[in-house]
């Protein structure tokens, strides 16, 4: 683990008990002392504070908004030139075959775009930005900043008990506050289908801002185990596992983050990476799984239309226990005229074929603050 | 009791062999949510796997500790697979066996050598 590389916060998650693990580079708190499922329903009914400051931070800035704007639209089919100041939304990077080579949050503020990505991704996304954006976009990696989630039910009164401002934001808005002193960038969004926030805060001052937000009523740190199965039960997509650079938005089941504008028809239709093929209709989709009995479906399990099928109709890319749903969930490829909510599959756990039922995703219904 | 490297321990009973996880092993598995138990009547070897415990993170298995038998399995782990976390040594017992060669016995760690082995 010495190879790993530490966020402003890791001697804050020794010092707590956590028990720090290898991710993406980074030696990250997979548990506290609380424990996997502890942390799972404490995010549930109170909440929830995440380390994710493995995750990259970029600001694009140009001439102007639409310079910006329209130079992102060329790597993702979301509708960047249409976003309001102060607001955010979820897009993916796209490749020529139309696969996706990393999903991100995008923010605008003022004229500049904030985009998050994911960390196992952030160095070539970074130079996928550069090459195809410079020099007209300059392109900021700000590895001087943390990013720290607080997700839950108690999240406002715990991040509006510093700033009260935090208390009228909506989903998917962005804006400055100032915690107990502390300059900060906030967006009310996150990744475990509860409210919450997520902030960027520099580094320097990260720690002393998390002790602030633990002392708040019903905050307590979470690790990344907590995290996979809240962000399970949400729905939610883990890149790397549930979509990759051999899935399209289309399989993904992402076509709610493509808006009308950039689709076929659209006034900015196309003109990103594999755009004619990225949001043809699918012949496999993403589906929920609900498995029947206990026993866990995990990534890998493979999935067939009856108890004696030969060959596999998909496959399980993340799955294991839901702690709010209390039995397992989760979710894979299968077939299109597998992927009806209700249809009856099996998938295959130490050689034993087991039902499982297509089911709706979230598994547990979200709380955002519309 | 006797305990394998697995973090299994052995009790004898009435010269049946119940067996089941130690305290240490459960704390590195975390919250068991799911446990698979064996059929009676499974004539099994040394380090067959037999039983799967799911905990919340990952599947991990249970290994034969000796050749034997399984005569019983401890069926409310089926319905409160977490009783593994609140009572390894006690009440989670996952099966008991018959031992067709109890010199294996001989092998086995007895408390303080489990001690020292996890320390």
């Not at chain 1, 991710?23 to 990250?28: C, D, H, K, R, S």
């Not at chain 1, 004229?111 to 990505?117: I, P, R, S």
């Not at chain 1, 007209?136 to 989630?149: C, F, K, N, S």
Request: charged share 25%; net charge negative.
């Amino acid at each position: 683990m010495s190879d790993d590389l530490h966020t402003p916060l890791y001697d804050l998650h020794v010092e707590l008990g956590a028990k720090m693990v290898p991710f993406a580079g980074y030696a990250m708190p997979v548990q506290y002392p609380m424990g996997v499922m502890g942390e799972h329903n404490h995010t549930r009914s109170a909440a929830g504070l995440f380390d994710v400051s493995h995750m990259g931070q970029v600001t694009l800035s140009g001439a102007s908004w639409e310079a910006v704007a329209q130079a992102f639209e060329t790597l993702v089919p979301q509708d960047v030139l249409g976003l309001g100041d102060g607001r955010q939304r979820y897009g993916f990077f796209t490749n020529d075959a139309g696969g996706i080579e990393d999903d991100l949050m995008f923010a605008r503020r003022g004229d500049d775009l904030l985009v998050v990505v994911n960390a196992a991704c952030k160095g070539a996304d970074i130079a996928r930005m550069r090459a195809a954006l410079e020099p007209a976009v300059t392109v900021t990696e700000l590895d001087d900043r943390a990013l720290i989630a607080v997700q839950g039910p108690g999240a406002e009164a715990a991040v509006a008990g510093l700033d009260t401002r935090a208390a009228r934001m909506r989903f998917m808005d962005v804006a400055d506050l100032e915690l107990d002193g502390v300059a900060v960038w906030a967006s009310r969004s996150g990744y475990t289908g509860e409210d919450g926030y997520e902030i960027s805060v520099a580094a320097t001052e990260a720690e002393a801002l998390v002790r602030r937000l633990l002392a708040q009523d019903g905050v307590a740190p979470i690790g990344l185990g907590a995290r996979d199965s809240l962000r399970l039960e949400a729905g939610l997509c883990l890149y790397g596992h549930d979509i990759d650079t051999t899935t399209t938005p289309a399989e993904g089941g992402l076509m709610w983050a493509v808006q009308k504008v950039r689709r076929a028809g659209g006034d900015r239709a196309g003109g990103f990476p594999g755009a004619g093929t990225a949001l043809v209709t699918p012949a496999r989709k993403r589906v929920g799984l609900l498995p029947e009995g206990r026993a866990p479906m995990r990534e890998g399990v493979a999935i067939y239309a009856d108890e004696t099928a030969t060959d596999p109709v998909g496959h399980v890319t993340s799955g294991g226990f839901g702690p709010t749903v209390g039995g397992p969930v989760a979710m894979g490829y299968v077939s299109v005229d597998q992927a009806s909510v209700g249809t009856a599959l099996w998938g295959e756990v130490r050689g034993k074929r087991m039902p499982v039922q297509v089911a709706a995703l979230p598994f547990v219904p979200a709380n955002f603050k519309r | 009791m006797k305990f394998t490297e697995e973090h299994e321990w052995l009790r004898d009973e009435d010269g049946e062999m119940v067996v089941g996880i130690t305290v240490h092993a459960a704390e590195q598995l975390g919250d068991v949510v799911f446990v698979e138990l064996p059929e009676v009547g499974t004539v099994v070897s040394k380090d067959d796997e037999i039983v799967v415990i799911e905990s919340v993170k990952a599947a991990s298995d249970i290994l034969a500790p000796v050749d034997g038998e399984i005569t019983e399995v401890n069926e409310m782990l089926v319905d409160n697979p977490g009783k593994v976390n609140d009572d390894p040594q006690g009440e989670a017992w996952f099966f008991k066996m018959t031992v067709s060669d109890p010199s294996q016995l001989e092998e086995l760690m007895d408390e303080a050598a489990y001690q020292k082995f996890i320390a």
